[in-house]
């Protein structure tokens, strides 16, 4: 008589049931991921906008002349130029769900080290908010989030 060795394994069924219990898990946590990375999204773009703010104020003071940073709300843009020209220094287009508002579209910034004094806001889809406040005299750039 042969018997046969029975093999401990899962069924079907069982497989099954974990891969449903998986797929619902991941649904139920996507969407806590997704806010995650827009936040981080938008935190990226305002250091990039903090930085470019730090080099132009550097750049004013070095080359002896005025520095403007251009803001363009609509095409979502903003870019660096020199003043009395027209080429632009730096150019850079903000990812798409994130927009820009401004006090106003043209900051300066001076060889004496001085800067306008504005805000400049960042938002996304999920209505959070980076402000960015040139601190005008002391030539600087203050972020604060919302």
């Not at 060795?5 to 997704?34: D, H, M, N």
């Not at 660096?80 to 910034?109: C, D, H, V, Y």
Request: hydrophobic share 45%.
């Amino acid at each position: 008589m042969i018997t046969m060795k029975r093999t401990a394994a899962f069924t079907f069924i069982e497989l099954l049931l974990v891969v449903i219990i998986a797929g619902a898990l991941i649904g139920i946590a996507l969407p806590k991921f997704s806010g995650f990375s827009d936040k981080l999204q938008l935190n990226s773009c305002g250091q990039e906008f903090v930085a470019l703010m730090n080099f132009l104020i550097q750049r004013s003071v070095i080359e002896e002349k005025v520095m403007y940073l251009a803001i363009d709300p609509a095409r979502n843009e903003y870019w660096a130029r020199r003043t009395g020209e027209t080429a632009r220094l730096k150019s850079f287009t903000l990812p798409q769900g994130i927009r820009i508002e401004a006090e106003q579209n043209e900051i300066g910034f001076y060889p004496d080290g001085t800067v306008d004094k504005t805000t400049v806001t960042l938002s996304n889809r999920q209505h959070q908010k980076v402000n960015l406040t040139t601190i005008g005299v002391y030539s600087g750039v203050k972020a604060s989030a919302e």
